[in-house]
């Protein structure tokens, strides 16, 4: 194993907290930036991180005060934050990335990385940006200094851009958390590979009331019949999408189960079993939930949006926008910051297929 590429995570949140705990098991010395600086208080003043449940154990990482600290004193950058927050800690690392550095994206949202690629092209730099359809690890920050980690997925899908450097990233992957990873091809690939959006939208929609209320509800138990089955509809429309643009992408039955280890049945009897088993996890407790807040704006429009450019509409991801828009008073499809910033309405369907390979939408100026 190669222990000498040292690894900081942009985030402090329940994932960077989780992989930082993954990286520390398998003899790496992480670090963490917390944008805000609140996400590290405590750690940064001396108390250990302490992770329960899939992954034991209790370390000190190393705290970075600035998005500069974190690019200068590490060659591999793990970007574990909300898609909310993606275009402001890119635009913060950015300016410090280097032709030495590699960047992860996890979980990749809204086709981040081209936004990243074309940042660093502006200066003339490339460097291997991986994007993950989901995380490595599952979990709930508990505190300041604890993370409670729900499970440890057997695979996750990735692709590299551009993509002549994802032998090296793969590599990198699998040298940091195992041989835990699936390549895909292509950006778009893994934007459809993502499920937590479909899989919220129907959670959450059911739930919502439970969220307002702020109760403590088991998320895989009310995984009902009846959300199983809404689960199941969105998931088709998905696949559709990726069956049009010739590519393949796991489906909900694997997802669940390469992710909760449970086997394969009805997604309801899968809930069910992850929640019999303790990795159904507790559902969102508040309305202010990624689950909505991310997850529409970041994960459904893109996949609406995918759906109208190859003629196979996503009726119900379209439906959920515009019934947590109404729910929630806001403009969840005006809301994507980084979609807004590639500007990607200006863009046809091929220049995207282009872009998941090679990062890159428009040329920097003097290309
Ligand atoms: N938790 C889970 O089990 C899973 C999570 N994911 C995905 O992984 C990603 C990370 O999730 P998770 O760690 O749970 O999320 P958290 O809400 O726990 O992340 C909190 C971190 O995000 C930072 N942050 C929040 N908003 C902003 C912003 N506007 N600008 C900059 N930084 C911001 C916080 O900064 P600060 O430190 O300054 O407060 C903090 O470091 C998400 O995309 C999520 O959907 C996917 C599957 C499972
Ligand atoms: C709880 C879990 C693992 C499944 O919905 C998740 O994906 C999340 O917290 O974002």
Redesign the pocket.
């Known amino acids: 194993m190669d222990v000498s590429k040292t690894t900081g995570l942009a ?6 907290f989780g992989t930082a705990a993954l990286l520390h098991e398998a003899g790496h010395n992480p670090m963490l930036w ?7 208080a405590e750690l940064a003043a001396g108390a250990p991180l302490t992770a329960k449940g899939a992954v034991e154990t209790e370390f000190h990482p190393r705290i970075a005060d600035s998005a500069a600290m974190l690019a200068r004193e590490n060659e591999v950058l793990i970007v ?6 993606h275009k ?2 890119l635009d913060a690392l950015a300016p410090h990335i280097g032709p030495h550095h590699q960047v992860i994206i ?2 990749h ?1 809204s086709l981040g990385a081209v936004y990243l690629t074309q940042l660093l092209a502006e200066r003339g730099i490339s460097v291997p940006v991986t994007a993950w359809g ?2 490595i690890c ?4 508990q505190s300041g200094t604890e993370v409670q980690v ?1 499970t440890v997925r057997s695979r996750v899908d990735l692709c590299t851009v551009p993509v002549e450097r994802s032998d090296e990233a793969l590599e990198l992957c699998r040298d940091l958390f195992g041989d835990r990873f699936q390549p895909r091809d292509g950006l778009l690939a893994i934007s459809l590979s993502n499920l ?1 959006p479909q899989n919220h939208m129907g959670i959450a929609l059911a739930n919502i009331t439970r969220m307002e209320r702020g109760e403590t509800w088991s998320q895989g138990q009310n995984v009902t019949p009846a959300v199983g089955r809404l689960l199941e509809r969105l998931d088709l429309e998905r696949l559709s999408i990726a069956r049009a643009l010739d590519l393949e992408v796991r489906t909900i039955f694997e997802h669940f189960h390469l992710s909760f280890h449970v086997p394969v049945a009805s997604i309801s009897e899968m809930n069910q079993q992850m929640h019999a088993q303790g990795n159904g996890g507790t559902g969102p407790a508040t309305a202010d939930s ?1 689950y909505v807040t ?2 529409v704006p970041y994960g459904l429009v893109l996949t609406a949006e995918l759906g109208r450019l190859v003629g196979r509409p996503a009726i119900l991801h379209e439906a959920g926008i515009r019934i947590f828009s109404a729910m929630y008073g806001r403009d969840f499809a005006a809301e994507n910051e980084i979609l807004a910033a590639l500007d990607l309405n200006r863009f046809t369907l091929d220049d995207l297929k282009r872009a998941a390979r090679t990062g890159l939408l428009r040329q920097p100026a003097g290309a």
């Open positions: 985030g402090a949140g329940s994932i960077a917390s944008p805000s600086g609140a996400g590290t574990a934050l909300p898609g909310y927050g402001t800690v996890s979980s949202a989901t995380t599952t979990g709930r920050r729900n937590n990624r991310e997850d």
